[in-house]
């Protein structure tokens, strides 16, 4: 039996989200070839990867041998695409960019590789729950633009605004120049602690550390501490500068217990937590080591740490609440041993149990058991001691009279059956 294949995509607009964090995903409907209708939620920076990881995989269609040879369509790079194209001219780039993408020859448009991208996944039929002070909103494409084939937003993006604690120098093409009480709007807030932002008609990347929102010192959208953790893989080393940092080696397996939103999680290996960059992170699993070792990080860097800001001048009268690492650790060991101690409690219940019969089948001459170790005497206090049964006639001494009548009845009818 052939396997399903994409024949369809339809673009049905984008929906912005504020868990974990704010980011934008698009939603498209993805029709199969045994006429089945999907839902998927994308990011853009997904798709593109996705992009490149096609584009590698045929670099005679993509044009990397002869760029007349070219049939895979463009699609432009998430940092240009904020800074270049309107929203409506981003969903009308990506709605063509998929009619062009299921167009292709079937030794593309059918590949492995394009069939797994476009697969439902258990977060596109669950998808994560509302943050209870943000709720997601929704912008589907116009009915009417739509069936003329042009994509359009039926209402604006509303975007967060921040402010510049102190004044950043960008140190590359990509990011922005900004100076301290500069209002900054985000667009995305990416988890490794770079946010993209737009001041005024400039637009970049920017540590989140530098920034702070405008109705108090803390983040409404940074979750809480998880103490049981989140196995994540360091893909690269990285020494401890600060004393409520942690070093690590590439390929060391750790516990993300905090994701914070200035890019710098609190990892916990062992009995120790620190601070590590997240960007050196990627989740535990064989694909995705992989795919992270294939990931070039060349030219970029983690953020700097709020710490570390010179002359930074917040306008709140209170610092943002920050647990120390001796909190972390300490709340971690009481983790741990709560949890050790519901996982031992069922385990010796059943070991008990497990004994029990065995003890009573080994003891059928009612003997009470005596310790291996130590005294003699000293009887073991796993189970209880079972008293020897009495003699018959010690129990027809103690008996009441009637009880005796009924035993001696019972005995003479046994003889005369006999």
Same mark, same amino acid.
């Given at each position: 039996m052939e396997a399903s294949y994409v024949r369809h995509v339809e673009l049905f607009g984008f929906e912005k989200r504020s868990f974990p964090s704010q980011h934008y995903v698009y939603m498209l409907m993805v029709k199969w070839s045994d006429l089945s209708e999907k839902l998927i939620y994308r990011t853009y920076p997904e798709i593109h990867t996705f992009h490149k990881s096609l584009k590698e995989m045929f670099p005679i269609e993509s044009g990397e041998i002869e760029k007349k040879d070219r049939i895979i369509p463009s699609l432009p790079a998430p940092r240009w695409l904020i800074s270049e194209k309107s929203p409506e001219t981003r969903q009308s780039t990506l709605s063509e960019y998929c009619h062009s993408l299921i167009n292709l020859p079937p030794h593309?448009?059918?590949?492995?590789?394009?069939?797994? #991208? #476009?697969? &439902?996944? !258990?977060? =596109?039929?669950n998808p994560p729950a509302l943050n209870p002070v943000k709720k997601s909103e929704t912008f589907v494409v116009n009915k009417e633009s739509y069936r003329g084939n042009v994509s359009e937003i039926s209402g604006p993006i509303i975007l967060?605004? %921040?402010? &510049? +604690? @102190?004044? #950043?120098?960008?140190?590359?093409? /990509?990011?922005?120049n900004l100076h301290t009480g500069d209002l900054v709007e985000i667009v995305e807030k990416n988890p490794n602690g770079w946010w993209f932002c737009q001041c005024e008609?400039?637009?970049?990347? +920017? !540590?989140?550390?530098?920034?702070?929102?405008?109705?108090g010192p803390? $983040?409404?959208?940074? @979750? =809480?501490?998880? %103490?049981?953790?989140?196995? /994540? &893989? *360091?893909?690269?080393? %990285?020494k401890a500068e600060l004393e409520?940092?942690?070093?690590? $080696?590439?390929?060391?397996t750790v516990a993300v217990i905090h994701k914070l939103l200035d890019g710098w999680w609190v990892v916990r290996k062992g009995d120790e937590t620190g601070h590590f960059p997240s960007? #050196?992170?990627?989740? @535990?699993?064989?694909?995705?080591? %992989?795919?992270?070792?294939?990931?070039?990080?060349?030219?970029?860097?983690? !953020? !700097?740490?709020?710490?570390?800001?010179?002359? @930074?001048?917040? +306008? /709140?009268?209170k610092s943002r609440q920050r647990l120390s690492q001796d909190t972390y650790r300490r709340n971690s060991r009481r983790y741990l041993q709560q949890k050790g101690g519901r996982l031992a409690e069922p385990s010796k219940n *059943?070991?008990?149990?497990?004994?029990?019969?065995?003890?009573?089948r080994k003891n059928q001459e009612n003997i009470p058991e005596q310790s291996t170790s130590g005294s003699e005497s000293e009887l073991k206090k796993d189970a209880p001691v079972i008293p020897p049964r009495p003699s018959p006639e010690l129990i027809l001494e103690r008996c009441s009279d009637n009880t005796c009548k009924r035993v001696s009845? /019972?005995?003479?009818?046994?003889g005369s059956s006999k």
């Open positions: 593309i448009s059918r590949s492995k590789q394009l069939t797994n #991208f #476009f697969k &439902v996944r !258990p977060e =596109d039929e967060d605004t %921040y402010r &510049v +604690i @102190a004044d #950043f120098e960008k140190t590359s093409k /990509h990011e922005i008609s400039n637009r970049g990347w +920017i !540590p989140a550390s530098y920034l702070e929102p405008l109705d803390d $983040e409404a959208e940074e @979750a =809480d501490p998880d %103490y049981e953790g989140e196995m /994540h &893989v *360091s893909i690269r080393a %990285y409520d940092e942690i070093s690590l $080696e590439s390929g060391e960007i #050196f992170l990627h989740k @535990a699993g064989k694909r995705e080591i %992989y795919e992270a070792q294939r990931t070039n990080l060349q030219g970029q860097k983690p !953020p !700097p740490r709020r710490s570390t800001i010179r002359n @930074a001048k917040s +306008i /709140h009268n *059943s070991k008990t149990a497990a004994k029990s019969p065995l003890r009573e009845i /019972h005995r003479s009818n046994s």
